[in-house]
């Protein structure tokens, strides 16, 4: 089976590099710290980055399955890079998600294999009008999607994910929260229009258990106020929405999913930015510790509060064009009565989402007599919170172009 290569596989594979670009930018201080590992590091990070590309691109679900393993492998050196206890904790936690993942997504293939005697997705769907109503089919579907789910961290009462980010260094943090989401969805995306469209009932259990993953981290943010932890939680939200959309499996629902993931990148990339020059000069790990930055750094502070603008889907920032059309594209679906269901679930949830991030702001603006300096050390990581946050702004300004071009890409999937 040959790779996938068409303007779909290859707008993922941009989306992907510049999100690794970008990380490397903002996280540059955990490479100025180990120094003689660089080498290493750059490496490792080189054949995640390599894995994630091969997981968008192969069309056979035995090669997605080794990109899949071999990126997890390599995430989790990643995550073990610093060798401190938190780490190489993390990194356990890690192996046992991926192991039962592969499990299960190995599994799937085996029953495809069995039952259809196939696993290059484009023969799947061809055949699906006489293997749609099997069980094995929607039994082997399910297994998939949910191995990818696992690692996304978007289970409801699941927390290890949510652990595994937090225990880990803020850069690793970074790039679990961002690279596996673009590389996953992406599979997924194909997956979902290629697999699952004659399934409504395996889209009807996914998108319930990501509104339920939803409303369980909204109230887990509720009370929370490590920074951290609440970017992690965001992450989880954001991918549990975008897989909502995803599952609408329509060329509206698509093209939604490439431009959320579009706009996340740059706004997750924007807030870790701040956050690593922070959390190494000051070791700010509290929402309380942020008091009166906007005071120190204006400019600086505007930007940040751009990008939480941005996350929350507030004008004016392309956060905002996004989730009003993925708003849209629930109700261009074949079940927009399902997702009437749902909906007010997920605006409840996101009401919540919001009240956090407000917090935040509120906070910055309070008088506070210390002073916060960002020396020169921090240009790199200054220059990627400014980038993030202009993308953000200009692309409001002008989102025509940019909606059309994603639907062109959806269409040509």
């Known amino acids: ?11 993922f594979k941009i989306i992907i590099l510049i999100a690794s670009l970008l990380l ?17 590091y750059f490496n490792v990070f080189l054949c995640a980055v390599l894995c994630a590309l ?3 691109t192969f069309n056979n ?3 997605s399955f080794i990109a899949f393993v071999l990126f997890g492998i390599f995430s989790y050196i990643l ?20 192991f039962i993942s592969s499990f299960l997504f190995l599994f799937g293939i085996i029953i495809f294999c069995f039952y259809i005697g196939n696993t290059d997705i484009i023969y799947i769907s061809n055949e699906l009008t006489t293997v749609s109503d099997n069980i094995y089919y929607l039994f082997s579907s399910f297994l998939i999607i949910l191995a990818f789910i696992i690692m996304l961290g978007i289970i409801p009462f699941f927390n290890i994910y949510e652990n595994i980010c937090c225990l880990s260094s803020s850069g690793i943090s970074a790039y679990l929260t961002i690279i596996p989401v673009c590389a996953y969805i992406a599979f997924l995306t194909r997956f979902f229009v290629f ?3 004659e399934n409504p009932l395996c889209r009807i259990i996914i998108a ?12 887990r943010m509720l009370k929370e106020t490590n920074i951290k932890k609440i970017y992690v939680l965001s992450s989880i939200i954001n991918s549990a929405l975008l897989i909502i959309v995803l599952t609408g499996c329509s060329v509206y629902s698509i093209s939604s999913v490439i431009l959320g993931l579009f706009t996340y990148i740059f706004t997750m990339i924007g807030l870790w930015s701040i956050y690593i020059m922070l959390k190494t000069r000051y070791q700010f790990d509290k929402i309380t510790d942020y008091t009166g930055i906007y005071y120190a750094r204006p400019y600086f502070t ?3 509060i751009l990008c939480i603008t941005s996350i929350l889907g507030l004008p004016p920032t392309l956060g905002f064009i996004s989730r009003l059309y993925a708003l849209s594209a629930l109700f261009k679906t074949d079940m927009p009565l399902f997702y009437f269901i749902i909906l007010p679930v997920c605006i409840f949830s996101l009401i919540i989402f919001c009240y956090v991030y407000l917090r935040l702001i509120k906070i910055m603006f309070k008088k506070n007599n210390n002073i916060i300096s960002i020396n020169k050390m921090f240009i790199i990581p200054k220059i990627t919170l400014y980038l993030c946050s202009f993308v953000i702004l200009i692309m409001f300004i002008y989102p025509d172009k940019l909606i059309k071009i994603v639907q062109f890409i959806a269409y040509y999937i």
Do not use: W
Not at 79 to 98: G, M, V
């Open 195 to 197: 697999v699952s469209p």
């Open 302 to 304: 505007s930007a940040y």
């Open 24 to 40: 490397l930018f903002s996280s540059h201080n955990l490479l100025k710290e180990r120094r003689k590992k660089s080498f290493l």
């Open 208 to 219: 319930s258990t990501m509104a339920i993953t939803i409303f369980c981290s909204a109230f």
């Open 1 to 11: 089976t040959l790779p996938v290569s068409n303007i779909f596989s290859v707008t």
């Open 61 to 63: 679900l035995i090669y």
């Open 79 to 98: 995550i073990s890079y610093r060798k401190n206890d938190k780490n190489k904790q993390a990194a356990k936690y890690y192996l046992y998600c991926l």
């Open 54 to 56: 091969g997981l968008v």
